[in-house]
């Protein structure tokens, strides 16, 4: 069974950083698109950044854009989120998601793409 676990949140001030861990187990994720999403209180499940196994070309929200990063370990199954600059409007709950099923390479938007997910780390960012 496929596993994803969600690491790394906190309470930051605005301005400063994070950086979110996904550690998947149960399988391998090498060729697997993987993605971050969030929810912040009272709204939908957003896009944050998606990556493809390879790394190449990862895509971001416009309001992410320039601030966060994702990356990815193949050989750890592991995917990060780094964010910087980080503002009080970034507040939400984030999640890992995997695509596990064909075709795995593509780049997705969004949530109902994604078969598989992590529980969820907390990021508030106060004023």
């Known amino acids: 069974q496929v596993q994803l676990v969600d690491t790394g949140g906190g309470l930051v001030q605005a301005g400063a950083s994070l950086t979110l861990s996904c550690a998947a187990s149960g399988r391998t994720f090498s060729g697997v698109t993987m993605a971050w999403f969030r929810r912040a209180p009272g709204k939908e499940r957003d896009f944050v950044a998606a990556?493809?196994?390879?790394?190449?070309?990862?895509s971001y929200a416009d309001s992410v854009k320039g601030r966060f990063t994702i990356s990815r370990d193949n050989a750890k199954n592991t995917v990060y989120l780094k964010m910087n600059s980080l503002k009080p409007e970034d507040t939400a709950v984030y999640y890992c998601?995997?695509?596990?099923?064909?075709?795995?390479?593509?780049?997705?938007?969004?949530?109902?793409?994604?078969?598989?997910w992590g529980q969820g780390t907390q990021v508030t960012v106060s004023s």
């Open positions: 990556i493809r196994w390879s790394g190449s070309s990862p």
């Open positions: 998601a995997a695509r596990t099923t064909p075709p795995t390479w593509l780049l997705y938007y969004t949530s109902a793409q994604y078969d598989c």
